[in-house]
């Protein structure tokens, strides 16, 4: 039984930073890639970076020398690291992991808001 479990979210200031965390029940090692992914109210879910197993990495255009997704196989934990937030960052962000492309997993979610 896998089960991610995200953390992190808060209301910060434009500008400002977060870091989130993912924690795994097993051995991130497992998956084959885990990402972060955000939706905003009335939006469709949005890809916001991925770590494979080989440790690349891939990020939304959006996010791109903001963000940074990184993992620590140790703590079975993959982080994303938020810069320079601004508004259009409010989402609720969701860690996802993949194996084989035939099993994808669901954290519940942890709300980011950006606001004055």
């Known amino acids: 039984q896998v089960q991610l479990v995200e953390s992190g979210g808060a209301l910060v200031q434009p500008g400002g930073s977060l870091r989130l965390s993912c924690a795994a029940s097993g051995s991130i090692l497992s998956f084959n890639s885990m990402g972060w992914y955000r939706q905003a109210p009335g939006n469709e879910r949005d890809l916001v970076a991925i770590?494979?197993?080989?440790?690349?990495?891939n990020y939304a255009d959006s996010v791109k020398g903001r963000f940074t997704i990184s993992r620590d196989n140790a703590k079975n934990t993959v982080y994303l690291q938020m810069n320079s937030l601004k508004p259009e960052d409010t989402a609720v962000y969701y860690c996802?992991?993949?194996?084989?492309?035939?099993?994808?997993?669901w954290g519940q979610g942890t709300q980011v808001t950006v606001s004055s």
């Open positions: 770590i494979t197993s080989g440790g690349s990495t």
């Open positions: 996802n992991a993949v194996r084989y492309s035939l099993y994808s997993y």
